[in-house]
């Protein structure tokens, strides 16, 4: 008989049984009844001192849902995994009991997908696993099994689909997903703060958009950023897209953030933390990405045009650190328009989030200022005649004919070729009909022939834009 005995039991939390579960107990509080369908959750994985309030906040949303299994995705800290590493039969002990696992589901992963290893050994000095166990032994006694999967890899598709797959192995069994992952790993107390939060919110907007690609752009544009003073933005980053990705698959379309909390807040030690969260995915028919307050979008302008004059001064970027507004630190697709007089006077952009969305504003403000091949470089006197629009643009999406383009409404992207071009919504207004709009798009910008938006060949893609502009 396979039993993974317990490895941080009087180090990670109680040995003793009876300290244990009235430790857990304290942490699992009374919550209102669920509004929408959970599939999931995320909780942190650290000692409970630190993080076992945030956990139990999260694990307190399972009472009285009706699961018998319980797959636990989590980083794997021990050991090299190509894929996703399982124990496909036996037992995980904790001080309270053995949790068998469910060796049939197990199985069924494994055969379906070369993604999946039997490799108990990953598991053997792995803690991310065991110290969710006791939250579920309180709360479901003996009356649920585990499948116990681990995942470092930092493939996107690998993950993706061993996602995918752990969520169709789940439809139609009465069993829930658990992510077992911690956030920043040691920066100090107010970046820690910045950054996970922000990562929170890049993985609910890749959660609604079901594009798991965002929030690992995300991941590594913190990293970028932060990267002098912090390990990882999420040391199960693995496993919360893998996790999500399963969660999608089941009927997810939404990450409910419970709790964010950090070590530093327990120790009273700011100057290198660890991050926690405790969170569902759920159901909730949510779509897009956080709205930009007025406030932010003054923020913006006002960078833009500071960007512009450091440039006119020194010739050099204007460089900005992990900014206080999490908004600003998403990855976003964005367009710089200058006008002079109501005449255009540069616009430079992407289609496609490269940067942060203050990164990306500064950017390409000097882009747009002396970039441009269509103008010359910006003058010093110029400076204050010009007005500037920022565009913020929604994620691409094909749609199957330009009958589906709806005018004044949608920016369109065309792409045949090596061939391509877009027009922003802004541009309708200087066209009668969608017949012109396309046709000037395919010959003036894409370089195309001017009918080409009418050919099965060339794919055409929609997206809106949040756009504002200097009074």
């Known amino acids: 008989m396979n039993i993974r005995k317990p490895v941080v039991a009087g180090k990670f939390y109680e040995a003793d049984p009876a300290k244990l579960k009235k430790t857990v107990s304290s942490y699992l509080k009374p919550v209102p009844p669920a509004k929408e369908t959970i599939y999931g959750l995320l909780a942190p994985h650290a000692g409970y001192s630190f993080s076992g309030p945030t956990a139990g906040t999260a694990f307190s949303h399972l009472k009285g849902l009706d699961y018998d299994t319980i797959v636990i995705i989590s980083t794997g800290h021990t050991a090299h995994i190509k894929g996703a590493a399982l124990m496909a039969e036996g037992f995980f002990e904790t001080p309270l009991a053995r949790v068998p696992i469910d060796a049939e589901l197990a199985a069924a992963l494994l055969k379906s997908s070369r993604i999946f290893e039997n490799l108990p050994g990953a598991h053997e000095q792995e803690h991310a696993i065991e110290v969710e166990l006791p939250f579920l032994q309180v709360l479901k006694g003996d009356a649920f099994k585990i499948v116990p999967v681990a995942v470092n890899t930092p493939d996107l598709k690998i993950l993706t689909e061993a996602g995918r797959f752990i969520g169709a192995a789940l439809k139609g069994k009465k069993a829930l997903i658990c992510v077992s992952s911690d956030l920043s790993h040691y920066p100090p107390g107010n970046i820690a703060e910045k950054s996970d939060r922000s990562l929170l919110l890049a993985f609910r907007t890749a959660v609604n958009n079901k594009d798991l690609a965002h929030f690992d752009l995300a991941a590594r544009l913190l990293l970028e950023?932060?990267?002098?003073?912090?390990?990882?933005?999420?040391?199960?980053?693995?496993?919360?897209?893998?996790?999500?990705a399963a969660c999608l698959e089941l009927g997810a379309d939404d990450f409910k953030l419970l709790e964010y909390?950090?070590?530093g807040q327990v120790s009273g030690d700011l100057s290198g933390v660890v991050g926690y969260?405790?969170?569902?995915?759920?159901?909730?028919?949510?779509?897009?990405?956080?709205a930009l307050s007025e406030d932010l979008k003054m923020e913006l302008l006002k960078n833009a045009r500071i960007s512009i004059?450091?440039?006119l001064k020194n010739k050099k970027p204007l460089e900005l650190p992990l900014n206080g507004y999490i908004e600003l630190n998403q990855?976003?697709?964005v367009f710089v328009t200058l006008t002079e007089a109501g005449r255009l006077r540069g616009c430079i952009g992407t289609m496609e989030a490269r940067s942060m969305l203050a990164d990306a504003v500064t950017q390409f403000a000097v882009s747009s200022a002396f970039g441009d091949p269509r103008f010359k470089p910006l003058s010093p006197d110029e400076?204050?005649?010009?007005k500037i629009e920022i565009s913020v643009l929604s994620p691409l999406r094909k749609v199957e004919s330009y009958k589906d383009i709806v005018e004044k409404k949608h920016g369109v992207y065309v792409q045949k070729g090596r061939s391509s071009g877009t027009y922003l919504p802004q541009v309708w207004k200087h066209f009668s009909s969608r017949d012109e709009f396309l046709t000037s798009l395919c010959l003036e910008k894409a370089g195309l022939d001017p009918g080409a938006w009418k050919e099965k060949s060339t794919a055409l893609f929609v997206y809106t834009v949040d756009s504002f502009e200097e009074k």
């Open 261 to 263: 909390t950090h070590s």
């Open 225 to 244: 950023k932060a990267g002098a003073c912090m390990d990882t933005p999420a040391c199960g980053q693995a496993a919360m897209t893998a996790g999500a």
């Open 331 to 333: 990855p976003a697709a």
């Open 309 to 311: 004059e450091s440039h």
């Open 383 to 386: 400076l204050p005649k010009i």
């Open 277 to 290: 969260a405790g969170g569902l995915f759920v159901r909730s028919g949510a779509q897009g990405g956080p």
